[in-house]
């Protein structure tokens, strides 16, 4: 809480406020009136601090609670794009070998939820569990690495001339 002490400085003033109305017996009803205005003066200080201590602390936690909230949705749709890329990660690599597979449509279209949906009634997934697809993912991660890739580069060299 930023006003921490701010708050602690007015309850120990309005602290200082009652002091005179609680040491001092009132014999002289001339200081009546006025130990009672410095009681209230106290007394209303020392609940106005209470009462921003509580309402600051409530606005924090309520504002905790958004920034948390924002935060799940964010890395919601994060995490939520990273498995889409890794489903089609895992689904492109299966279709590189069919050779019914049409490769000659534009990228965009391949992502378009029209083309899913029409290829997904064509061809049938198997669901896979978590470790098959991370080995999938790393089988996939050898076959691709830079030393693999340019070692297929200079073999489509050597056949294209």
Do not use: H
Request: glycine residues 4%.
């Amino acid at each position: 809480m930023k006003n921490l002490k701010i708050y602690f400085t007015t309850i120990i003033a309005s602290i200082l406020f009652l002091i005179p109305s609680l040491i001092c017996e009132c014999s002289n009803s001339n200081l009546l009136p006025l130990y009672g205005v410095l009681s209230g003066i106290g007394c209303s200080g020392i609940a106005a601090a209470i009462m921003a201590i509580i309402l600051e602390y409530a606005n924090n936690r309520r504002e905790q609670e958004k920034l948390e909230k924002a935060k799940s949705l964010y890395f919601k749709q994060l995490y939520n794009q990273l498995i889409m890329m890794v489903e089609r990660i895992l689904w492109f690599n299966e279709r590189l070998d069919d050779a019914d597979f049409n490769w000659d449509l534009q990228d965009y279209v391949y992502s378009t939820l029209n083309y899913m949906v029409g290829m997904g009634s064509r061809y049938s997934e198997p669901s896979l569990t978590y470790d098959d697809a991370i080995n999938k993912l790393k089988n996939i991660g050898v076959k691709y690495n830079l030393e693999n890739i340019k070692t297929i580069a200079e073999l489509e060299k050597r056949l294209s001339f």
